[in-house]
């Protein structure tokens, strides 16, 4: 089973994921955030889920199954990044 979040901070009612799925997610009329109807949440598929979340601009949905995150993932820095953005002098460079 998947258990699917809104992120309150970060929704800011597009409604693009009520479009794709509608009756799984909501739009709170009073304070414009989505929201999940947990009954509805079953009758939609998995792929419709994933492209709820997808299509939210602002990844205010996540997606997590057995305690694992699947959406949106967590992407480490890239490593070297560090080095390469470091000065080097040149042989001609003077520093006082």
């Not at 995150?69 to 480490?76: A, D, S, T």
Request: glycine letters at 6%; proline letters at 6%.
């Amino acid at each position: 089973m998947l258990d699917v979040r809104i992120d309150p901070k970060r929704c800011l009612a597009y409604g693009r994921c009520a479009s794709i799925a509608s009756g799984a997610f909501q739009i709170d009329e009073e304070t414009r955030k989505a929201f999940i109807d947990e009954e509805e949440l079953g009758e939609v598929t998995t792929q419709q889920i994933f492209a709820a979340a997808r299509a939210c601009p602002t990844q205010a949905i996540s997606i997590e199954q057995f305690g694992r995150r699947l959406y949106p993932q967590i992407v480490p820095p890239m490593r070297g990044v560090e080095k390469a953005e470091q000065h080097i002098p040149a042989d001609n460079d003077e520093h006082s």
